[in-house]
């Protein structure tokens, strides 16, 4: 039945609103607020951050802590935040025993933090903090994730804004989780989509699918990305090009079904071109083998052959860090008001 012939039409709007009012019932008057920063090799980007984040907070009267993931730094990096924990006992010190990755940095700070609300975010300031009040709003009326939305790359290359658009068109175009074109991990996460992503235990993470996957009511809030203050970005071209096929992978298996595709097309063509060839053979009685297309032929079938395979071993090889199981990363210590921690099991 169309709905515009139902008796009461179905108003979405007032749906969601509905919902959105239920969880601003349930809201905190006060929330705690936690920011995440994995930090890996920044010890020139903690004091502009601090100087810069913490009056900010203050200004705006939120009940907050940081939470700094130390993901094995050989720098001065941990030295430096230890300093500052000294003097300031809002800052927490999740230090990792060697360097893990961004993506279980980021899951340890969201597994040790403590906040009503969780805002992962860089320590570059290329994720301004001047959002977060924004994305406080949009909490208040209801909306479980607010993430930012980059209007504007200026700060990056010709090549990695254009790159990083046919990533989100293939990932979206392929996953049954889609996630926002222009959205990084710069974000406001309430409580209980926390407690859903502390429940995922894929060892490979991809953040951003994770944050997609879990749903609830999600809102934008747009913002044009500056320069970072201090230091220089850590990802290069092939850490980017093995993070895009870790979340191609991690969320679709579109390219195996592709792959099959491919095969029965070539299987196709080659019993069409056999049943030619057997023809020709019969009508005119001549077979004149070709050096050049048979060894085109191998050489082609070959190259296929392998590059499926290498699609296979991409997801053997996830399957084989699945099964064994190991941890996604493991805390050396955690270290706040200048003294150290165990670990929370």
Not at 146 to 158: L, M
Not at 210 to 234: D, H, I, Q
Not at 245 to 253: N, Q, R
């Amino acid at each position: 039945m169309p709905e515009q012939s139902l008796p009461f039409a179905i108003d979405k709007d007032a749906a969601l609103e509905h919902q959105l009012a239920a969880q601003r019932a349930r809201r905190p008057a006060d929330p705690l607020l936690s920011l995440v920063v994995p930090v890996f090799n920044e010890e020139e980007t903690i004091a502009p951050f601090l100087s810069t984040v913490v009056p900010l907070l203050e200004r705006h009267g939120v009940r907050f802590e940081i939470v700094f993931v130390n993901d094995g730094s050989r720098d001065d990096t941990f030295a430096r935040l230890f300093h500052r924990s000294r003097s300031d006992r809002r800052l927490r010190i999740v230090n990792l025993s060697r360097n893990f990755g961004k993506e279980a940095a980021l899951t340890a700070g969201i597994d040790y933090a403590r906040g009503d609300i969780l805002v992962p975010m860089d320590i570059d300031l290329q994720d301004p903090p001047e959002l977060i009040g924004s994305f406080v709003a949009r909490w208040r009326e209801g909306y479980d994730i607010v993430y930012g939305i980059r209007t504007a790359r200026h700060t990056d290359t010709p090549a990695k804004r254009v790159s990083a658009g046919w990533f989100y068109r293939v990932f979206n175009s392929m996953s049954p989780v889609r996630i926002p074109p222009n959205v990084g991990d710069f974000r406001l996460v309430d409580r209980r989509a926390v407690e859903v992503l502390r429940q995922l235990p894929e060892r490979n993470r991809f953040m951003k699918g994770l944050f997609a996957w879990v749903g609830f009511n999600s809102v934008g809030v747009p913002y044009e990305r500056p320069e970072r203050v201090a230091g220089t970005s850590k990802f290069n071209f092939w850490r980017l090009w093995n993070f895009a096929i870790d979340g191609v992978v991690s969320f679709s298996t579109a390219p195996l079904r592709a792959w099959f595709y491919v095969g029965l097309a070539i299987a196709t063509v080659a019993v069409l071109y056999a049943l030619f060839i057997v023809t020709r053979v019969l009508i005119f009685g001549v077979d004149t083998p070709g050096y050049a297309s048979l060894l085109i032929a191998i050489l082609l079938m070959g190259a296929i052959q392998l590059l499926s395979l290498g699609i296979i071993g991409e997801y053997l090889g996830r399957l084989f860090v699945e099964v064994k199981g190991r941890p996604i990363y493991v805390v050396e210590g955690i270290y706040e008001e200048a003294s150290p921690k165990p670990p929370v099991t």
